[in-house]
Nanobody, 123 residues
């Protein structure tokens, strides 16, 4: 599966941003999908994950209550709605796909990655 993320940009503190990830390939609905983010000089950080059917969702503690992940299997998209943004949310955001059966949140378990989209939150 190939992934392409978009929707990044500059937003003020307290604002909102919606990231989308479009997938190609016929088997999108069988993949667990995750969002991760990375700041230069730091390790990639888990943000949110949604299982193949959308029935299981996990968030990192740092975004819980502010971010919402969803997916539309027929449209082959996964979305990350980010509200109440903070300067510490500034990062490059990546969507990723995991085709294995277990639902996991470790970036090492994800096989396919999009190119990343920059989100900058100004204070």
């Amino acid at each position: 599966v190939q992934l392409q993320a978009c929707g990044g940009g500059l937003v003020q503190t307290g604002g909102s941003r919606r990231l989308s990830c479009a997938a190609s390939g016929r088997t999108f609905s069988t993949y667990h999908m995750g969002w991760f983010r990375q700041v230069p000089g730091k390790e990639r950080e888990f943000v949110a994950a949604i299982n193949w059917s959308g029935t299981r969702i996990v968030y990192s503690d740092s975004v819980k209550g502010r971010f919402t992940v969803s997916r539309d299997n027929p449209k082959k998209t996964v979305t990350l709605q980010m509200n109440s943004l903070k300067p510490e949310d500034t990062a490059v955001y990546y969507c990723a796909a995991d085709g294995r059966s277990l639902f996991r949140t470790d970036s090492d378990d994800y096989d396919y990655w999009g190119q990343g989209t920059q989100v900058t939150v100004s204070s």
